[in-house]
């Protein structure tokens, strides 16, 4: 595994960090999720992303984590980055959503609680609020941090406009943001225009999530819908988004990776970390023969201009 820099800070990343958004809930097999936690682990893998709302259950991927933590890691808390997030619903009523300091810092000390640390390395605030000032919600971050529940923050999902905003006044109070996290692959490359050049002119890192798509820019779909894939759940992929349109622009892509000698997985993230600016790229798995294939991309992170020139082709509505 190699390791970048996030941003102007010293802390370095892997080029690819595992995320525990989908497959780490109550309702997955436990076993599964541990093994795909070690797996990670045992390659290099020292960056691991969670959220407050994370499941399904909700919340309860912080606790699957927090046992594997417990039962397999702690001995090595301090060779890892662990991530969580508030922003997003995380309870009902009026202090469970948004950006105010009441729930950045309430969702915090849940989510401390639910992994069983001490501290994250890394607290973000997941969403930018227009119904809250950006000076609240940025000193929630600054205060979690002096109260030693995180060493560094970072934001999600800012528009461009409100990200600047959020790092100068992070920077004013001398908790410099560490790190953007925006969604960012292939087929969806609006942040790496308008997001991508704040993160590199602020100094912040920029870690890319659903960096395949959610399962598009792998094989998953390429012959059907396999039951047991995300689309099947019907949550955050729908069966009717594998569309025919869909499945022929994977295909085209899919022969460029072969011809690269790649899984199309594997080519959607060494696309993404031959971008400038790129911290890592945060992927999902739902088994450890995804994890390992998509950890191989690494092997060849370059491209000629010929190649790029046919994914933009590739992708071409
Ligand atoms: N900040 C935010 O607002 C935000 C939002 C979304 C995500 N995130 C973060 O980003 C992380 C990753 O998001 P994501 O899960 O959407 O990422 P992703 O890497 O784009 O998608 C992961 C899914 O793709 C499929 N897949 C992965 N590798 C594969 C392979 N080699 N072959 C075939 N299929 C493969 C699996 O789907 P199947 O389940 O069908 O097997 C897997 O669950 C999350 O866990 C979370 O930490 C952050």
Request: hydrophobic residues 35%; proline residues 4%; negative net charge.
């Amino acid at each position: 595994m190699d390791y970048r820099f996030s941003g102007k800070s010293g802390l370095q990343l892997p080029l690819v960090s595992l995320g525990l958004w989908h497959n780490f809930g109550s309702v997955d097999p436990y076993e599964n999720a541990r093994a795909m936690l070690l797996h990670a682990w045992e390659n290099g893998v020292t960056h691991f992303d969670i959220a407050n709302n994370y499941g399904p259950e909700p919340c309860s991927a912080e606790k699957t984590f927090g046992r594997v933590l417990k039962e397999d890691l702690f001995a090595h808390r301090d060779q890892m980055i662990v991530s969580s997030k508030a922003g997003y619903w995380g309870w009902d009523g009026p202090y469970g959503n948004g950006g105010s300091r009441k729930y950045l810092i309430a969702s915090c000390d849940q989510s401390l609680k639910r992994t069983g640390l001490e501290y994250f390395d890394i607290f973000y605030s997941h969403r930018y609020d227009p119904e809250t000032p950006i000076e609240e919600t940025m000193q929630a971050l600054v205060d979690i941090v002096r109260a030693g529940k995180a060493l560094y923050v970072g934001i999600s999902n800012y528009p461009a406009d409100k990200q600047k905003e959020a790092c100068e006044y992070l920077r004013q109070a001398h908790v410099p943001c560490l790190i953007g996290q925006y969604k960012a692959n292939i087929i969806a490359q609006q942040t790496l225009i308008e997001n991508l050049p704040v993160a590199i002119e602020q100094g912040t890192g920029f870690i890319c999530f659903s960096p395949l798509a959610q399962g598009l820019l792998t094989d998953r779909y390429l012959n059907g819908i396999p039951e047991g894939s995300r689309a099947t759940k019907e949550v955050f992929l729908h069966r009717a988004q594998i569309t025919q349109e869909v499945v022929e622009r994977s295909q085209r892509l899919n022969q460029i990776a072969q011809k690269r000698g790649q899984s199309l997985a594997q080519m959607a993230l060494a696309w993404l970390l031959a971008q400038k600016g790129v911290t890592s790229v945060l992927i999902g798995a739902s088994s450890v023969n995804q994890l390992d294939n998509n950890l191989h991309a690494l092997d060849n992170t370059t491209f000629t201009q010929q190649e790029l020139d046919a994914i933009n082709e590739a992708i071409k509505e």
